[in-house]
């Protein structure tokens, strides 16, 4: 069982920068998703139509998947940083201050996409994708301030 740290709980980003990640992650996720269908439509015609063509369902469901994949491999390369955290100054961390293995942001992400009431469970205390991976969306600017003076603290009158 993961340590879970206060300092995590005070630094947490607010609901309306959570909501403006996901709005920004979720406008940059459909630029990219357009473009990359624009370029095997160009390369296929066949494929263009196809989907096209494709029940609703399917398509929603192609979507789902598109987008947890695209928020995984964002905020796995990034170290929890997608265009939405880095323009509101957030980040994902363990909830013991660690940084979050590969397997936790993947975990994140499939809750998110398979929980579909997910997407706005955040307006509570914690996002269940946060809950289950033992995540935490915090605010960075905060974050280091409280550490760096509880670091200063604890520094007094060592040499």
């Known amino acids: 069982m993961r340590k879970y740290l206060q300092i995590i709980d005070r630094n947490r980003a607010s609901k309306g920068a959570r909501f403006a990640n996901y709005m920004i992650d979720l406008i940059a996720f459909y ?16 494929y263009g139509r196809w989907f096209a063509n494709t029940h609703d369902l399917l398509q929603r469901l192609i979507g789902i998947v598109s987008y947890t994949l695209f928020s995984f491999f964002i905020e ?37 996409g398979i929980v579909l009431i997910d997407q706005l469970s955040f307006f509570g205390e914690n996002g269940l ?17 409280e550490r760096q003076l509880k670091s200063d603290i604890n520094s007094i009158g060592a040499k």
């Not at 994708?129 to 301030?145: E, F, G, L, Q």
């Open 31 to 46: 630029i990219v998703f357009f473009v990359i269908m624009l370029i095997i439509t160009l390369i296929n015609p066949a």
């Open 129 to 145: 994708h946060d809950s289950w991976s033992n995540t935490r969306v915090i605010n960075i600017k905060n974050y280091d301030a």
């Open 76 to 112: 796995a390369v990034t170290g929890g940083r997608s265009l939405g955290k880095l323009i509101t100054g957030t980040k994902v961390i363990m909830t013991d201050e660690e940084k979050p293995s590969v397997g936790a942001y993947f975990l994140r992400n499939i809750i998110r």
